[in-house]
């Protein structure tokens, strides 16, 4: 796949919604200088090609609402010959797997290790017995069903203590407030698409 990277105004663009996602076109024309007119085009440009993603996350971890006390990483290495495309179809669109996907999990990635599919997950529950309970309960009999009883290989888990940065620029404790990056916090401290002398 080519390499897709922006021009000075889509970057003053991209520095600005990171810094408040809420933020205006008008606004976004009054920070940057570009033309209200092409923010609007270049923004729906970059939406339409998948370079701009939005999410409204509800923080329930103990910073937050308090309902998740407790928070895992799980690491399952599947059996040899588990593809990406089998587990996908198997558990991502089952309506079960989505409905524990949006209670329960609060990340997740696939990779490979030794040739093997694996599944990463950060996993939330009220207390360290309910995450064990979800797991083991609910989670693991789900994969067994869709890809089998000898599915998992390998479980590796780590307890998550402290969330320390989101999608390179977030940093919950440090710079952020009122659901936004603060206004002090500097433009050279917010990551878009190249390391500045890298590219």
């Known amino acids: 796949m080519k ?10 663009i991209v520095r600005e919604l990171i810094k408040n996602p809420r933020i205006s076109d008008n606004q976004i024309s009054k920070n940057t200088s570009v033309p209200v007119m092409t923010v609007n085009r270049k923004r729906k440009t970059l939406e339409r090609e998948s370079l701009l993603r939005y999410y409204c996350s509800f923080n329930a971890e103990e ?17 040899i010959g588990i593809t990406k495309k089998e587990y996908l179809e198997a558990l991502e669109y089952d309506k ?5 996907n949006a209670s329960c999990i609060s990340l997740s990635y696939l990779g490979e290790k030794s040739g093997r599919l ?8 009220r207390s360290d017995s309910e995450l064990v309970e979800e797991f083991n ?6 994969v ?15 307890k998550i203590t402290q ?30 698409d190249r390391v500045k002398g890298k590219m």
Not at 96 to 100: A, M, N, Q, S, Y
């Open 3 to 12: 390499e897709r990277y922006l021009d000075e105004q889509e970057h003053a």
């Open 63 to 79: 910073s937050g609402s308090g309902v998740f006390k407790a928070k895992q990483l799980y690491m399952l290495k599947f059996r």
């Open 96 to 100: 079960k797997h989505i409905v524990f």
């Open 118 to 125: 694996m599944l990463m997950l950060i996993l939330v529950a």
């Open 137 to 142: 309960g609910r989670f693991i009999p789900m």
């Open 144 to 158: 067994k069903a869709r890809l089998g009883e000898d599915a998992i290989e390998d479980v590796i888990v780590a």
């Open 163 to 192: 969330t320390l940065r989101r999608h390179h620029n977030y940093l919950p404790h440090v710079n952020m407030k009122d659901g936004k990056i603060k206004d002090d916090w500097p433009d050279s401290y917010i990551f878009v």
